[in-house]
């Protein structure tokens, strides 16, 4: 019972934070409405036993990819809150609001009618891969990820060297207009980037 | 009255409808990246849900992999949208006719 309440009290965690990210008109509140969902996440993690998970939902999420969105927020200005009252694109609002209730009648569908939820494998009791075997949440995923899953790790550990050196070359500024002497000295800001040196840095 | 997939399943869907909404109806592209923050999210509830279910640890090495994607994605989305704003501050999502040539 005390299972259910907490998961009451998490899934509302979670759908008010969601409905917030959607709804907030101020950038920074949509990102602090997300840091009370991936909470939420991590509390629901909690009660399926998934210590290690809810651990790192909490420190890369939380603690990581929020900043990032704080530190853009702020780099692109914090005032721009966006006026939610007027629809640019016509009909725009109704028909997202149409394919998410499909959406959502959809999956409810799929998920209620089933009498059986989830078919499939279940895990050999005591194995290694099953949750049941005696370990602890961490030496297990540990132990699968580094025998099973050890070439698709190997892959993230490139993926991840691909994405900081694309976002290090995204973002820097093109050498040649940081060599070019400050006409204007007053001027902190940037020179205007011109399509010709950017195609010269690629 | 016992917790059973189901439940976790309504809640994942619920919150990828929400956050698929999210994407089609904002036009600041951080909030629609955050939108998809919250599908992952659902998508990861599901993951562990099943995974519980069917007591494998399979579940937990998807929302692993699912996390570090999520980051990547993140990274290099975030690189873009500056690398956008640079050029055009108040940039939104409804821009995309400055794409062509």
């Known amino acids: 019972m005390s299972e259910v309440i907490t998961f009451i009290v998490a899934a509302a965690i979670i759908v008010i934070g969601a409905i917030g990210v959607v ?54 200005g914090v005032d721009k809150s966006e006026d939610l009252k007027i629809d640019p694109i016509a009909g725009q609002r109704p028909l997202a609001a149409v394919i998410g209730a499909a959406l959502l009648g959809l999956g409810l569908t799929v998920v209620l009618i089933a009498s ?18 005696g370990l602890s949440d961490v030496e297990r995923i540990g132990r699968v990820l580094f025998t099973d899953y050890a070439f698709a790790f190997e892959v993230t550990a490139a993926l991840l060297t691909i994405a900081v050196i694309g976002a290090v070359v995204l973002t820097r500024r093109p050498v040649a207009a940081e060599m070019l002497p400050d006409r204007n000295p007053a001027s902190l800001e940037l020179p205007p980037l011109t399509p010709a040196t950017d195609e010269e840095e690629h | 009255m016992e917790l059973t997939t189901n439940w976790y399943l309504v809640l994942s869907i619920f919150v990828f409808s929400i956050g698929a909404v999210g994407l089609m109806v904002r036009r600041n592209p951080l909030v629609m990246f955050m939108s998809v923050e919250l599908m992952l999210n659902s998508v990861n509830i599901a993951f562990v849900s099943l995974g519980t279910s069917l007591n494998d640890v399979g579940g937990q090495i998807a929302v692993f992999f699912v996390l570090v994607v999520a980051a990547v994605e993140v990274v290099v989305g975030l690189a873009l949208i500056v690398a956008i704003n640079r050029r055009h501050p108040d940039a939104t999502a409804d821009d995309l006719s400055t794409l062509r040539g």
């Open chain 1, 23 to 76: 709804a907030s008109r101020n950038p920074v509140h949509s990102a602090l409405f997300l840091v009370q969902t991936l909470f939420g996440v991590a509390i629901i993690f909690l009660i399926q036993d998934a210590n290690f998970l809810a651990a790192v939902q909490i420190m890369v999420y939380a603690g990581a990819i929020v900043i990032l969105f704080l530190f853009v927020i702020m780099l692109l």
């Open chain 1, 116 to 133: 059986d939820g989830v078919t499939g494998a279940v895990a050999v009791s005591g194995s290694d891969n099953a949750l049941d075997n």
